[in-house]
């Protein structure tokens, strides 16, 4: 057991340690350690441009690492083990379907070209994906979700142990958002890992057991989801703009960060207070107590405020503390399901 495997509570399903791609003076990637726990679904979640993708085709053996280790499924990696492959499903890109072969036919096709699979394969898989009504109707009458929902029944025919997917949700409908949502917690109740990128942030809020935030390349912060949640809490209160330097006054004993907004805003006079949603009352009632009344007490805990304050170079790390493992505090995932 390793002391990864030690510190979250289970296995990984892909560890990767200084992983790093340049194209000639280009960093891309630079030194990435990701830890994706197996029977979770992992949330990959960073900026445009940030790497997601080249992280993910590296992992998919679609282009060589310039340095770093790969481990997928408790074993060393590299672009050489194309047997692997087989334990595995992606959808990196759109796959290039024949527009005028059907659904049905183009999972066979696809089929054909990896390990052997049984005959029903191809319709047992239309089926999860909600497509089997249209199994037989060529691809060149399907929608963008559809082809996406085509693409992820590509990545499932090999019945893989993993699955990697970039963007899934792209083209989908909300109707499509929430089956593709349930897929993929059904996949995990199997035991299946999913390892899937995207930009719709509350539905990975909804989704995801673990995350990991990358930013021009690097970690800044991976974790389970209730901790990074717990970490990114922050109540607002809203007192007369006259009324600010005595509200910061009173709230500097709670020993927080207290972040003003600027008095020429339109939201002058509102404190944003870095603290758990739990301690709204304290706060309002250490205003009170000095006799500062706030006309508004809100509180805010969702990952897109996580994500914003962390992409804009918050917790970036430095090149002696490049985030090369799970930060304390991962938390104890228990057994997979």
């Known amino acids: 057991m390793t002391d990864t495997t030690r510190a979250v509570g289970a296995p990984m399903a892909v560890t990767t340690s200084g992983l790093t791609k340049r194209y000639g003076a280009r960093v891309a990637v630079d030194g990435l350690a990701l830890h994706v726990p197996r029977g979770r679904v992992y949330g990959f979640l960073g900026p445009n441009g940030s790497g997601k993708t080249t992280t993910l085709r590296m992992l998919t053996g679609l282009i060589r690492p310039s340095s770093g280790s790969i481990e997928v499924l408790g074993e060393p990696y590299s672009w050489r083990d194309r047997n692997r492959l087989a334990r595995t499903g992606s959808l990196i890109e759109m796959p290039a379907f024949y527009p005028y072969l059907s659904g049905r036919d183009n999972l066979r096709v696809f089929g ?12 047992e898989v239309l089926e ?24 992820i029944a590509v990545a499932l025919l090999s019945d893989p142990e993993l699955l990697m997917l970039d963007e899934p949700a792209n083209g989908l409908d909300p109707a499509g958002i929430v089956a593709m949502r349930e897929l993929l917690r059904y996949l995990t109740g199997q035991g299946k890992t999913v390892l899937v990128s ?47 330097p ?44 000095r006799g500062v009344f706030a006309s508004a007490v809100s509180t805010t805990s969702d990952l897109e405020s996580v994500f914003l304050e962390l992409t804009r170079g918050v917790g970036m790390g430095t090149p002696d503390d490049p985030l090369s493992g799970p930060p304390p505090g991962w938390g104890d995932l228990g057994s997979p399901p």
Do not use: C, F, W
């Not at 809020?205 to 989801?225: H, K, P």
């Open 198 to 244: 995207s930009h719709i942030l509350p539905e990975v809020q909804q989704l995801a057991d673990v995350v990991g935030i990358i930013d021009r390349g690097r970690l800044v912060r991976e974790g389970t989801l209730d901790d990074l949640l717990a970490n990114g809490a922050q109540v607002r209160v809203q007192v007369r703009p006259d009324e600010v």
């Open 246 to 289: 005595a509200a910061l006054a009173a709230l500097g004993g709670l020993g927080v960060p207290l972040e003003p907004d600027a008095p020429d805003a339109p939201t002058a006079g509102r404190i944003t207070i870095r603290i758990g949603a739990e301690q709204a009352a304290l706060v309002n009632r250490t205003l009170g107590e």
């Open 112 to 123: 054909a070209t990896g390990p052997a699979a049984a005959r029903s394969r191809p319709d």
């Open 128 to 151: 999860v994906v909600g497509l089997a009504d249209r199994g037989g109707d060529k691809v060149r009458t399907y929608s963008l979700g559809m082809r996406q929902r085509l693409g």
